[in-house]
């Protein structure tokens, strides 16, 4: 995943104490009910789509840019799947970030999935019942994306 310039510029200042970030994951399905994935250069493992706005911009912007971008598909987002507080990650080179996630539901509107950027090695469409290895951050989205409840929050804190 490719570190925006306004990271860069904190990252100067910082260095690499912990920073909290906005993150959006954008779960897209085409008319079919397949879901868009790619599979990431950075792990070589298959992954939902997202990425971090920029400064200003709104989340469901930032998932149509994010989603083509790496994928040349356009999308409407349609509902808000779930925020939550993620756990820290510590970057290779040292860098700790913790991200707010926001993951969208969105739908395919156009384009042809392929690989759009150099953070996909490749994207498709993919069945919910045919997914490929996928770790339970994925999974759990898509089990939320597809579920016709309201927008799932952390139970744990709502008490």
Not at 68 to 93: D, G, H, I, M
Not at 106 to 122: K, P, W
Request: hydrophobic content about 40%; overall charge negative; aromatic content about 8%.
């Amino acid at each position: 995943m490719a570190t925006p310039d306004f990271i860069r510029a904190l990252r100067a200042s910082i260095d690499h104490q912990p920073l909290w970030l906005p993150g959006v994951t954008a779960l897209v399905f085409d008319d079919d009910g397949r879901v868009l994935l790619g599979r990431r250069s950075d792990t070589g493992k298959w992954s939902v789509i997202g990425g971090i706005p920029e400064p200003g911009e709104q989340p469901a912007a930032c998932a149509v840019r994010e989603v083509f971008e790496e994928t040349a598909v356009t999308c409407v987002p349609e509902r808000v799947v779930l925020v939550q507080a993620l756990k820290p990650v510590t970057y290779p080179n040292g860098d700790v970030c913790q991200y707010m996630d926001i993951t969208l539901r969105c739908r395919a509107v156009g384009g042809e999935a392929r690989v759009n950027d150099d953070e996909s090695l490749e994207v498709g469409w993919f069945p919910v019942d045919a997914l490929p290895d996928l770790n339970e951050f994925c999974l759990f989205r898509i089990k939320q994306a597809t579920s016709d409840g309201p927008t799932w929050f952390d139970p744990a804190v709502i008490g």
